[in-house]
Structure formats: structure tokens, C-alpha cells
């Protein structure tokens, strides 16, 4: 026996798997390393009793009800790696989707159920998915794709550039189904299907247009990860899948074995046909949800820009109570002042007054006793401007100023505003001639002065 044989023979009497072309791929998939691929088998293992009744559960998009029965058993299935190397709970989720998945490969699937699988047991999203590990997947998608389009061309589906997981998100977010496709390297099937199945004109157009496609080497760790969590037991593997509650993903379809354009087309139709509901109603759901926050945003928009509008009308009351409030205290100063301004002027009027009454009345005594008629007395007539005529007598050795200092007493003009004058001949008495005596300047025996204001 070769060492490639010893290998199989005892990979197989391990793990108890019978099937040697997926023997094969396992430890294709390991590099050959017996002792990894049989430690990655059994770390992950969890037989189930064939004869054990499988668990119904149904499962709604938008609740966590479950209702839990039996079904029939499943027959005619082999003991061996599908049912050993899942280690996660494995379900049927019937009832909203209303799927009848075929009976294809082991006669696994249930009419009317899909498979529903945890994907944190994968190392699909779960707290452990590090961005280091979501690229490294995301690197494999891209050389997948480069790998895939140097043999066969640049007309394929669609595979994203990107991991499982964000896949299956995009899948969610455009409310589509996710179209998976297994890559077997060395599956002597698979130049065929992907040839001339999977890169036909109809088939890759129709799932480019309804589906987002995620592809995968089995030789990847992302990819052998899926083949090992979708049971593919057989090459070349498709499968429709879709995001479900609670990091699970719901397989609706699986294509084992190559298939013909036409026969995938119509697999594919129905399951978009039967699926259709539930995604037009999470599309529903979501624009519901979208337009419950847009109006929640609208409304607290509205509520902003009328809060906004109060604070501004607040601003404005309080701005226009302060202007007149500084405009009241502002007239109340002015007022204050021009009281006070009058006050004062009065005071001031008052003070010019009395100091004018009493300069009045000092030159009205400095004028002393009038004298009476004599040959050395000179009788003063003085016409005011209002028409008003001041009299008296004075020595003729008075001074001119004896005059000015009679008509300020007994007469209300402005002291030092005026000046005296003569007509005929016109003769001003100016401060030039104030010291002058009556009889020096010729104004003796008698002499009739006018009053000239001073402009």
C-alpha cells in the first residue's frame, strides 16, 4: 500500500467515514497531515444517534417562539463525517418559509424544513471574530475570484470580496437571498459545472440579479469552515441561504452534484419564488422601521426648531425688556440730569441775581446823597432803550463812571453792555473816558445821554 492509501485506510477506520472521495478532500484540505486532519475531525465531532428522532423547531423573523415536536425519523442515512464534524445544535425551522428543500446527497432534509445552524460555533461573528481573521477571509474571497477567473472566465456570478460573514450581512442589508458556492479544486465534476453550468449567460445573470454570491475554495479555511457547517458531502456544492435570528443562518437550498443551467435556474427560481414573502416582508418591515426613525427624526426636528423658535422669541422678549429697560433708565438719568441741570441753573440764576442786586444796589451807594440845584450841580437825563427816562443830579466833578454806575442801579440792563452817547453832537462814552469829570467834558450845566447797546 502507497503512503497516500495508509493514510485513507486509516483516516477512515478513525472517523468511521465511508465515503472516499470526501476522505480524500478532508485531508487534501490538511495538507496530508493525518494527525491534524484527524485532530480538527474529532475536536469538532458530536455523533448523533442515526435512530434519534430530529427536533422541529419553528422559527419566525421577528420573535424567539419556538415550537418544538417530532417528525418522522430520517431514514437510509449512513453513519459518518455529516454527522460527526457539526458540533453546533442542529434544527428544522418550518412554517413562515413554507420551503420544501429537495431530497438530495444523504436524503438528510426534511419536506417543508430548511437548516438552521449557529454561526459563533463556526467563527462566524461571534465575540471572537477579530478584523485580523475577517480579513484574512476577505483576502481568501478576492483570490478566490482572481482564481476563478483565470480558468473560466470574467462572465460569473458576482462572488463578493469579502468574508462570509459580511456576505451574509450585505444579503440582509439588500434584502436578498445568499447565493453559496463550494469550490472543489481537484472534483473531476468540477470544471464541467462551472464551465458550463455556473457561468452561463442566463444562470449567472439571474443570480447576479436576485442574490448576492459568496464563493469559496474548500482548500481556505473560510471555505473549508462552510463545507464542513453545510454538510457538503458531495462536489460541485451550491446552496441558498439567508440570515436568521440569533447568528444562524437558514439553508433553504442545496445542489450536490452537477446540474445542468436549466435545472439550477429552476431550483434557484423556486426557492426565490417560495422565499419571496419573507423577504418582501423584512423589506416591509425595515422601510417600517425607517420611516418610524425618520419620523421620530422629523418629529424631534419639528420639536427642535419650535424649541429653538421659543428660546428665540425668549431671547428676543428678554433682549426687548432689557433695551427698555435701558432706555427707561436712560431717560430717568437724562431726566435726572436735566433736573438737576435746572436746578442748578436756577441756583446759579439765582446767585447772578442776588450778586447783581446787591452790585446794583453797592453802586447805587457809591452814588451818595443826590445833590440839590446849584451852580456847580449838572442835571443828567438819560433815555433807556425801552423809552424809559432816568434822571438825576450830580456834581460836575463826578466822573462819567458816576453815570454808568446810576443807570445800572435804576435800571435793569446788562451791567457793562452798554454804552453812553450824546446826539447832538454824537459823542460816545466809552471806557476811555470813564475817569472824565462832567465839567471836563463839557457835559456841565446839564446834558441829555441815550443808552446805545453793545452788539
Same mark, same amino acid.
Given at each position: 500500500?502507497?503512503?497516500?492509501?495508509?493514510?485513507?485506510?486509516?483516516?477512515?477506520? %478513525?472517523?468511521?467515514?465511508?465515503?472516499?472521495?470526501?476522505?480524500? &478532500? %478532508?485531508? !487534501?484540505?490538511?495538507?496530508?497531515?493525518?494527525?491534524?486532519? %484527524?485532530?480538527?475531525?474529532?475536536?469538532?465531532?458530536?455523533?448523533?444517534?442515526?435512530?434519534?428522532?430530529?427536533?422541529?423547531?419553528?422559527?419566525?423573523?421577528?420573535?424567539?417562539?419556538?415550537? =418544538?415536536?417530532?417528525? &418522522?425519523?430520517?431514514?437510509?442515512?449512513?453513519?459518518?463525517?455529516?454527522?460527526?464534524?457539526?458540533?453546533?445544535?442542529?434544527? %428544522?425551522?418550518?412554517?413562515? /418559509?413554507?420551503?420544501?428543500?429537495?431530497?438530495?446527497?444523504?436524503?438528510?432534509?426534511?419536506?417543508?424544513? +430548511?437548516?438552521?445552524?449557529?454561526?459563533?460555533? /463556526?467563527?462566524?461573528?461571534?465575540?471572537?471574530?477579530?478584523?485580523?481573521?475577517?480579513?484574512?477571509?476577505?483576502?481568501?474571497?478576492? $483570490?478566490?475570484?482572481?482564481?476563478?477567473?483565470?480558468?473560466?472566465?470574467?462572465?460569473?456570478?458576482?462572488? +463578493?470580496?469579502?468574508?462570509?460573514?459580511?456576505?451574509?450581512?450585505?444579503?440582509?442589508?439588500?434584502?436578498?437571498?445568499?447565493?453559496?458556492?463550494?469550490?472543489?479544486?481537484?472534483?473531476?465534476?468540477?470544471?464541467?459545472?462551472?464551465?458550463?453550468?455556473?457561468?452561463?449567460? =442566463?444562470?449567472?445573470?439571474?443570480?447576479?440579479?436576485?442574490?448576492?454570491?459568496?464563493?469559496?475554495?474548500?482548500?481556505?479555511?473560510?471555505?473549508?469552515?462552510?463545507?464542513?457547517?453545510? $454538510?457538503?458531502?458531495?462536489?460541485?456544492?451550491?446552496?441558498?441561504?439567508?440570515?436568521?435570528?440569533?447568528?444562524?443562518?437558514?439553508?433553504?437550498?442545496? +445542489?450536490?452534484? #452537477?446540474?445542468?443551467?436549466?435545472?439550477?435556474?429552476?431550483?434557484?427560481?423556486?426557492?426565490?419564488?417560495?422565499?419571496?414573502?419573507?423577504?418582501?416582508?423584512?423589506?416591509?418591515?425595515?422601510? &417600517?422601521?425607517? *420611516?418610524?426613525?425618520?419620523?421620530?427624526?422629523?418629529?424631534?426636528?419639528?420639536?427642535?426648531?419650535?424649541?429653538?423658535?421659543?428660546?428665540?422669541?425668549?431671547?428676543?422678549?428678554?433682549?426687548? &425688556?432689557?433695551? /427698555?429697560?435701558?432706555?427707561?433708565?436712560?431717560?430717568?438719568?437724562?431726566?435726572?440730569?436735566?433736573?438737576?441741570?435746572? =436746578?442748578?441753573?436756577?441756583?446759579?440764576?439765582?446767585?447772578?441775581?442776588?450778586?447783581?442786586? $446787591?452790585?446794583?444796589?453797592?453802586?447805587?451807594? !457809591?452814588?451818595?446823597?443826590?445833590?440839590?440845584?446849584? @451852580?456847580?450841580?449838572?442835571?443828567?437825563?438819560?433815555?433807556? @432803550?425801552?423809552?424809559?427816562?432816568?434822571?438825576?443830579?450830580?456834581?460836575?466833578?463826578?466822573?462819567?463812571?458816576?453815570?454808568?454806575?446810576? +443807570?445800572?442801579?435804576?435800571?435793569?440792563?446788562?451791567?457793562?453792555?452798554?454804552?453812553?452817547?450824546? *446826539?447832538?453832537?454824537?459823542?460816545?462814552?466809552? @471806557?476811555?473816558?470813564?475817569?472824565?469829570?462832567?465839567?471836563?467834558?463839557?457835559?456841565? #450845566?446839564?446834558?441829555?445821554?441815550? =443808552?446805545?447797546? *453793545?452788539?
Amino acid at each position: 500500500m502507497s503512503d497516500v492509501e495508509d493514510k485513507l485506510s486509516y483516516f477512515q477506520a %478513525i472517523t468511521g467515514v465511508e465515503d472516499v472521495d470526501l476522505c480524500t &478532500e %478532508i485531508l !487534501s484540505a490538511h495538507g496530508w497531515d493525518l494527525e491534524l486532519a %484527524i485532530r480538527t475531525f474529532t475536536s469538532s465531532s458530536n455523533p448523533i444517534n442515526n435512530n434519534t428522532p430530529a427536533t422541529t423547531v419553528t422559527e419566525t423573523s421577528n420573535d424567539a417562539i419556538e415550537r =418544538v415536536g417530532r417528525s &418522522e425519523t430520517v431514514n437510509n442515512v449512513e453513519p459518518g463525517l455529516i454527522w460527526k464534524i457539526i458540533t453546533l445544535p442542529i434544527t %428544522i425551522i418550518s412554517g413562515s /418559509l413554507g420551503l420544501v428543500s429537495s431530497a438530495i446527497g444523504l436524503g438528510f432534509w426534511i419536506a417543508g424544513g +430548511v437548516l438552521s445552524y449557529s454561526l459563533g460555533v /463556526l467563527g462566524f461573528g461571534g465575540p471572537g471574530r477579530t478584523g485580523e481573521s475577517s480579513s484574512a477571509a476577505a483576502s481568501e474571497a478576492v $483570490k478566490f475570484i482572481s482564481m476563478f477567473e483565470r480558468e473560466y472566465g470574467d462572465r460569473h456570478p458576482n462572488f +463578493v470580496p469579502e468574508s462570509f460573514m459580511d456576505a451574509l450581512q450585505r444579503s440582509r442589508r439588500e434584502f436578498k437571498l445568499m447565493f453559496v458556492y463550494l469550490h472543489s479544486p481537484d472534483h473531476p465534476d468540477t470544471p464541467l459545472f462551472c464551465g458550463e453550468s455556473l457561468c452561463s449567460e =442566463v444562470l449567472s445573470g439571474f443570480i447576479n440579479e436576485n442574490f448576492v454570491a459568496w464563493g469559496g475554495s474548500i482548500r481556505t479555511t473560510e471555505g473549508f469552515k462552510m463545507s464542513n457547517s453545510l $454538510k457538503a458531502s458531495r462536489f460541485p456544492f451550491c446552496a441558498v441561504v439567508m440570515a436568521a435570528t440569533n447568528q444562524r443562518i437558514a439553508l433553504l437550498q442545496q +445542489v450536490e452534484e #452537477p446540474k445542468s443551467p436549466e435545472e439550477m435556474l429552476t431550483l434557484l427560481q423556486r426557492v426565490l419564488e417560495e422565499s419571496s414573502t419573507v423577504l418582501v416582508a423584512a423589506r416591509l418591515e425595515a422601510e &417600517e422601521r425607517l *420611516n418610524n426613525i425618520r419620523l421620530r427624526e422629523e418629529q424631534d426636528a419639528a420639536y427642535q426648531a419650535a424649541l429653538e423658535a421659543d428660546q428665540a422669541r425668549e431671547r428676543e422678549r428678554k433682549e426687548e &425688556e432689557e433695551r /427698555l429697560a435701558r432706555e427707561a433708565a436712560e431717560a430717568e438719568r437724562k431726566q435726572k440730569e436735566e433736573e438737576e441741570a435746572r =436746578v442748578k441753573a436756577a441756583r446759579e440764576a439765582a446767585e447772578r441775581e442776588a450778586a447783581l442786586a $446787591k452790585l446794583r444796589e453797592e453802586k447805587g451807594l !457809591s452814588l451818595g446823597p443826590e445833590p440839590d440845584k446849584g @451852580p456847580d450841580v449838572t442835571q443828567v437825563l438819560v433815555r433807556l @432803550p425801552n423809552g424809559d427816562r432816568k434822571g438825576r443830579r450830580f456834581n460836575c466833578t463826578a466822573t462819567i463812571q458816576s453815570l454808568y454806575d446810576f +443807570v445800572d442801579s435804576s435800571s435793569s440792563l446788562e451791567i457793562g453792555n452798554y454804552t453812553l452817547a450824546t *446826539n447832538f453832537p454824537r459823542v460816545l462814552y466809552g @471806557p476811555d473816558k470813564l475817569s472824565l469829570t462832567l465839567k471836563e467834558t463839557g457835559l456841565h #450845566p446839564q446834558v441829555s445821554l441815550f =443808552v446805545e447797546l *453793545n452788539s
